[in-house]
């Protein structure tokens, strides 16, 4: 447990004092992503739904406008106030917060109908077990959809991925491949319905101070640009001002 229990210190210490900073982070308050996922909850108006690694909450905040209630579950304190209050100012009723870890969920056998996850599960200890506990908490039949930043697969394009993520963000796990997610899906009972794609542009500026980041990890992260290799620049469009593009994806799996 000494393992896991640091590493959940480390991210409750990342992202407890950026919280604020991520309510009101255009990246994470926007995309496609978001939209896709109002018109898949559409239809689901009696579901209980659990927001797992709920972060400042924009995805609760989206299927609280579809479904009947949401339990929004994050691992820092702080990111939950955040939510709890902002909740109350869009005049949200149906959000209650709770607090803990993704590979330990406090909910009984089969006691949601969906399951969402954004930007959450590269944080997390864990995946595999967490998504064990998502079967679990799961009805019979119900539905999850995650939503992450997904790595391209290759070694050299992973390594970089990784590399600044890492220097970026100490508490980052790791961004899986999308071979990598599916094998986790298979293993874990959930079987998948279907793939979306997409890319997340990330203006460097913003993406750095909304983490904090310190700047001598800020210039190893401009260096490691400005030598990475063509096919590494091509891939993930880096600017000149260290702005790129990340590949994302949606998938939704279901408990049979």
């Not at 210490?13 to 255009?26: D, I, K």
């Not at 997340?200 to 750095?208: D, I, K």
Request: contains cysteine.
């Amino acid at each position: 447990m000494g393992i896991s229990n640091s590493h959940e210190s480390a991210v409750e210490r990342q992202f407890g004092e950026q919280a604020n900073a991520y309510l009101t982070s255009a990246v994470h308050a926007q995309g496609n992503d978001l939209q896709r996922l109002s018109l898949l909850l559409k239809g689901h108006a009696d579901a209980r739904l659990l927001d797992l690694g709920c972060g400042a909450g924009h995805a609760s905040f989206t299927a609280a406008a579809q479904v009947a209630q949401v339990v929004a579950y994050d691992l820092s304190a702080q990111m939950l106030d955040v939510v709890g209050k902002a909740a109350k100012e869009k005049g949200l009723n149906n959000i209650q917060v709770q607090q803990g870890v993704a590979e330990s969920l406090p909910f009984d056998d089969a006691s949601f109908d969906l399951l969402i996850s954004r930007y959450s599960a590269h944080h997390w200890h864990d995946v595999g077990q967490a998504l064990r506990e998502v079967k679990r908490v799961l009805k019979p039949g119900g539905k999850a959809i995650f939503m992450d930043v997904v790595s391209p697969g290759h070694p050299l394009l992973d390594i970089y991925l990784q590399t600044v993520e890492m220097l970026r963000d100490t508490s980052h796990v790791r961004d899986y491949a999308p071979g990598e997610w599916l094998g986790m899906f298979t293993e874990a009972g959930l079987m998948v319905r279907e793939v979306t794609s997409d890319r997340l542009h990330l203006e460097f500026g913003s993406w750095v101070t909304r983490m904090r980041t310190p700047e001598h990890f800020v210039t190893a992260i401009r260096a490691l640009q400005e030598g990475a290799s063509e096919d590494v620049v091509t891939h993930f469009a880096i600017q000149p001002d260290g702005s790129f593009s990340t590949d994302i994806m949606m998938f939704e799996v279901a408990k049979v």
